[in-house]
Nanobody, 124 residues
Framework: QVQLVESGGGLVQAGGSLRLSCAAS????????MGWFRQAPGKEREFVAT????????LYADSVKGRFTISRDNNKNTVYLQMNSLKPEDTAVYYC?????????????????WGQGTQVTVSS
């Protein structure tokens, strides 16, 4: 079993930046493709970004491409989401998720483990 804990959320003004972190338990972090998803009030959970087990492959939602960067440090069992040029529409609860022994996926149902989420609020 794996536990994922997000941190780094908060309140930021439009145009600002935040870096989210997701710390994973266990010693097999490198065996997980990781993803970030978000859910705003009244909306479905949506894909944000994903990164392969080695970090060699990344995919982004069109809405965040060029502004967000996903990365991972397998030595620290941590995945990051650097968010720049934040917009009010980025306001959501952000979740990290792990996908065991598989490549990147944009589908939430493809991930076995989920964190509790961290709130990101972007003011105008």
């Amino acid at each position: 079993q794996v536990q994922l804990v997000e941190s780094g959320g908060g309140l930021v003004q439009a145009g600002g930046s935040l870096r989210l972190s997701c710390a994973a338990s266990g010693r097999t972090f490198s065996g997980y493709a990781m993803g970030w998803f978000r859910q705003a009030p009244g909306k479905e959970r949506e894909f944000v970004a994903t990164i392969s087990r080695s970090g060699s492959t990344t995919l982004y939602a069109d809405s965040v491409k060029g502004r967000f960067t996903i990365s991972r440090d397998n030595n620290k069992n941590t995945v990051y989401l650097q968010m720049n040029s934040l917009k009010p529409e980025d306001t959501a609860v952000y979740y990290c998720a792990g996908r065991i022994g598989a490549g990147v996926s944009m589908q939430g149902r493809g991930y076995e483990y989920w964190g509790q989420g961290t709130q990101v609020t972007v003011s105008s």
